[in-house]
Nanobody, 122 residues
């Protein structure tokens, strides 16, 4: 059983920054790969970034590469998404996810947070 809670969403101007956090329950946080996905109205859920259990390996969608940074602090059971140079196209509900397999496919993740809204104004 893993419970995930996102925080840090909000309204920001284009070019600004936000840092999202995802805090997980349990004592085996480092065993899980963690990912960020986002979903805009009328669109399918989109992969954003993933990080391995150790934090040693990361992978990003092309649309956010160079602007977003995924990280984790296993001692705090927390994963982060630092978002810089935000664009209006980044507007979406952002979800964190956990699973035993690090992939870009949302169906492979077993646990999901409730989501946090990120709105980027032009």
């Amino acid at each position: 059983q893993v419970q995930l809670v996102e925080s840090g969403g909000g309204l920001v101007q284009a070019g600004g920054s936000l840092r999202l956090s995802c805090t997980a329950s349990g004592r085996t946080f480092s065993s899980y790969a963690m990912g960020w996905f986002r979903q805009a109205p009328g669109k399918e859920r989109e992969f954003v970034a993933v990080i391995s259990g150790s934090g040693m390996n990361t992978y990003y969608a092309d649309s956010v590469k160079g602007r977003f940074t995924i990280s984790r602090d296993n001692a705090k059971n927390t994963m982060y998404l630092q978002m810089n140079s935000l664009k209006p196209e980044d507007t979406a509900v952002y979800y964190c996810a956990a699973g035993t397999l690090a992939t870009t496919y949302y169906s492979h993740y077993s646990y999901w947070g409730q989501g946090t809204q990120v709105t980027v104004s032009s």
